[in-house]
């Protein structure tokens, strides 16, 4: 399995405290050592991290954590390899272009014996991941020529999930940059950090953070993560069947199957 | 404008050395400070580097130039920005998915007026550059629907290039990880290493390389640039209009418009 990393605010911040407990347990804390990667939202622009190797180990994943890129959008994971080699093109998230837009989508758990339809989108790698995304914004091209509104959009994203779900695990991030689209079938958890900020402290490495100094009153910043990243927060458990769409860090629209 | 590199080799290659020259001139011994981008195929994947920030100063390219990433196909830029502001969404090299391979463009040189015309892919920038690979992009799906053999491949590919230098200056690299297509309508010289290996200087930093201790004798590199990135070898000008398909480091088509 994997863990996923979502983060959505309503002014650019830098993830580097979550991104640096979630990247020991690839190797270190956690078995995830197959893989990992990073997506950040900059303008409409996406900067993308990804390394096969180890997050503990990885030379890249350490310049992410002493090199504070700020974005209002971000998708990290970390990789424990079921379906698909061990390589590039198997790690996650995966990017297209829709509609002039990046999308960019991770996802935990495994899907048995999934084969998307043809479409527009192919995977480029092995993973039943890859070959879920590609069948969703194949979907999402089929019903609409251009960006729906976000309420349609959603009822087609969900139906979608919903139906993937059957076929197994399927927790997954979603974004275009404006929002970010959370789904769970097993394990997500989530926290919101708003004013008054106070100290928190990883439980895979010993850092501590006090928000209260690095953010202003009216900062929103919202952290998903696979299971919680800190040990003195109260993290909000989704259940099964539960989705959240994201925006400027708060809940913008949700539901449950 | 821009400068561009590009690497084809028959034996994953690491361009450390070009590269480290190429950054110079983002900044220090070059004007193009306007952002930069990379990127190396690994297998099916990958692994793309940018920053809209001058490369001279880039951490992200400090770590790029200590980290050997081996490749057979590679696509670098950077950036002196006249269409399009300076922003990650307008860096160099653009990437999209067709028919599930990573394809990969960089351009110098400016196009008047471009305006693709409507189609699958979509710019998420403003440049001229990212349009015309979409329109590139879309004109190659129109064509075929799935990756024809390179000759077909090249008819509409060499047509459409030649068309789109009507409208200005468009020296491009573009590859799918299998080959490397390099077209010329101004400025764009090569230079291929095989054995006897001897050592190289690179003309914008004091850095010598012996490659005859990196190498086997039977690997063939070779660099793409749009200007000599050593001074003590003989690099070769392609001819206005000219165009070389690259294959493990060897030319496997080329022609003249």
Chains 1, 2 share one sequence.
Request: aromatic letters at 12%; charged letters at 20%; glycine letters at 8%.
């Amino acid at each position: 399995m994997c863990e996923l990393l979502g983060m959505s605010a309503n002014v650019p911040t830098d993830i580097v405290f979550s991104f640096t407990g979630l990247m020991q347990r690839g190797g270190r804390t956690g078995p995830h050592r197959d893989g990992w990667g990073i997506g950040f939202y900059e303008g409409r622009g996406l900067r993308l991290f990804q390394d096969p190797q180890a997050s503990a180990d990885s030379e890249v994943a350490q310049l992410v954590q002493r090199y504070p890129i700020k974005s209002t959008a971000v998708i990290g994971h970390i990789r424990q390899a079921n379906v698909g080699a061990v390589s590039l093109a198997n790690t996650h998230p995966f990017v297209r272009e829709l509609w002039g837009q990046n999308w960019c989508f991770a996802h935990n758990g495994q899907l048995a014996d999934f084969a998307s339809a043809q479409g527009f989108y192919q995977p480029v790698g092995d993973t039943d991941s890859e070959a879920a995304f590609c069948e969703l914004l194949n979907r999402l091209r089929s019903y609409f020529t251009q960006l729906p509104s976000l309420d349609k959009l959603l009822t087609v994203l969900v139906e979608a999930c919903d139906e993937f779900r059957q076929a197994g695990v399927f927790n997954c991030l979603l974004s275009n940059g404006d929002w970010l689209f959370s789904y769970c079938t097993t394990k997500m958890t989530h926290i919101t950090r708003r004013a008054p900020f106070g100290p928190a402290t990883l439980k895979d490495a010993d850092v501590t953070v006090d928000f209260h100094a690095e953010t202003t009153p009216n900062d929103v910043v919202t952290v998903i993560a696979t299971d919680p990243l800190t040990d003195n927060e109260a993290w909000v458990l989704y259940q099964p069947g539960e989705w959240k769409l994201w925006r400027d860090g708060v809940i913008y629209s949700e539901g449950k199957a």
